[in-house]
């Protein structure tokens, strides 16, 4: 199984060549934790920590 690369600046989960929220090219496969945020207006964890984009993001990025 592959393991997924994250963005190291936002921590977003990225497909492409190119984080779509920071534009940056940094990524690592070396990550902890999921978070699924589907409703950021309402979620406390995305106020908290602040995501402003929903999405798949990981916990930790190394």
Do not use: H
């Not at 779509?20 to 908290?48: H, T, Y």
Request: hydrophobic share 35%; with cysteine; aromatic share 8%.
């Amino acid at each position: 199984m592959v393991k997924r690369k994250a963005c190291k600046k936002c921590k977003l989960f990225v497909e492409g060549d190119t984080c779509p929220i920071c534009k940056g090219n940094g990524f690592s496969s070396n990550w902890q934790g999921r978070l699924f945020i589907s409703d950021v207006k309402r979620s406390m964890i995305a106020e908290k920590i602040g995501i402003k984009v929903k999405g798949e993001y990981a916990i930790k990025v190394r």
